[in-house]
């Protein structure tokens, strides 16, 4: 067998031109990396601070100021209680925020022990900001104060009245879970 060396010799130059080629193509990629170290967590910028009737509703602020829990509300047969600064929300972003808080969760016997639970945004000239969020024994529940802008700078506080039947039974109670979106 006679080894025919043009032929030897264009298929050695095809396999050059082709690592060369490879060589090239694979000189061309780069690569893209993307690093997020540290990712820390901040303070919150719009805030629950307490109210002058924080203590007496049993409310407790976490340690980041973003819940509020009121362990401390009672109400005796047919008193309509008012709170008018259960707790307060400030603004310390930088920027105008809006804020929407709404019904998040009812529990328990509401329609056979109370009549109404009202709950307001209110801006520090006493005015209502939004809807008032309106639970009711009978009739339409409004569950949303809708968007509600703060500037910066600016505390808003949140009233609660609520309202016991005369026939209300002691010892029941109902739960009320409100969540407040800031944008």
């Keep these: 067998m006679e080894i025919n060396s043009k032929k030897s010799l264009k298929i050695l130059a095809l396999v050059i031109t082709s690592l060369l080629i490879s060589f090239a193509s694979a000189a061309t990629y780069s690569e893209l990396f993307m690093n997020a170290t ?26 980041a100021k973003t819940v509020v829990t009121f362990s401390g509300i009672t ?46 945004i ?3 000239s006493n005015a209502t900001q939004g809807t008032t969020i309106q ?10 104060t809708g968007n ?12 609660w009245v609520i309202s016991a039947k005369e026939t209300a039974t002691t010892g029941q109670s109902i739960n009320i879970a409100l969540r407040v979106k800031v944008s």
Excluded: W
Aim: glycine share 10%.
């Design 38 to 63: 540290p990712i820390t967590i901040g303070s919150a910028g719009v805030y629950f601070a307490a109210g002058t009737n924080t203590t007496a509703m049993g409310g407790t602020i976490n340690t």
């Design 75 to 120: 109400i005796e047969p047919g008193q309509v209680k008012t709170y008018a600064q259960s707790v307060n929300i400030t603004n310390t972003a930088g920027s105008i925020k809006t804020l929407n808080m709404s019904l998040d969760s009812l529990t328990g016997n509401f329609s056979t022990n109370f009549d109404y639970v009202y709950i307001y």
């Design 148 to 159: 509600v802008q703060i500037a910066n700078g600016i505390t808003y506080t949140v009233r």
């Design 122 to 124: 209110v801006s520090n």
């Design 135 to 144: 639970l009711v024994s009978s009739g339409t529940n409004v569950t949303s």
